[in-house]
């Protein structure tokens, strides 16, 4: 998905200003995917500059004008394009967490654990905040439904798999320390 693929989405819903566009993204497609607020306002000028969509500016007392965006009909169309074009195929996993996860075998058990465990603390507070949204998301049409349902399932499979991690991780550390705790009594003997 690009940058400019789901602001023209969000547009669709309602006009919106640039921060409320990120942190649109931020809130309900973060286990989709993620955006770097420098991406947005460049990407914004862009497509007002092709057409696809519009601006208008709220003047501010004592502030700079705000700037609300508007789909274009130009834009619709555009993106009534791409959204009926062959998806891409890659299925992606984006967490910079995993990334990690798979050099812990080059570290410290004990701190490998101790992020395990941060981790699934925030991805427990991630799964109630995802369940109490999926009853504002019972009132969208049945894509944004099942989409914030696929949000909270991913959750709690990667939950799960966090607790399984601390568990064999853990179990992994004690059968080290046994075999430790073994070899300093057969050596003293």
Do not use: C
């Amino acid at each position: 998905m690009s940058v400019k693929h789901a602001i023209l989405g969000l547009l669709h819903y309602k006009d919106m200003h640039g921060y409320k566009i990120k942190k649109h993204i931020e809130q309900n497609f973060g286990h989709m995917w993620t955006i770097n607020h420098g991406q947005i306002y460049p990407a914004l000028k862009k497509m007002e500059d092709e057409g696809l969509i519009t601006v208008t500016r709220i003047d501010q007392e004592g502030r700079p004008p705000r700037k609300v965006y508007s789909i274009s009909e130009q834009g619709k169309h555009a993106f009534r394009s791409w959204l009926e074009s062959d998806p891409e195929r890659n299925m992606l996993l984006r967490d910079p967490f995993l990334t990690r996860f798979v050099f812990f075998g080059f570290g410290s058990k004990k701190r490998a654990i101790e992020i395990i465990g941060e981790q699934i603390k925030l991805y427990e507070k991630y799964l109630k905040k995802r369940q109490d949204n999926l009853v504002r998301w019972q009132k969208q049409d049945i894509y944004v439904r099942l989409i914030a349902d696929l949000g909270v399932r991913l959750n709690e499979v990667f939950l799960s798999w966090l607790k399984h991690a601390y568990y064999e991780i853990s179990k992994d550390m004690e059968k080290a320390d046994d075999e430790q705790d073994q070899q300093a009594v057969g050596g003293s003997t």
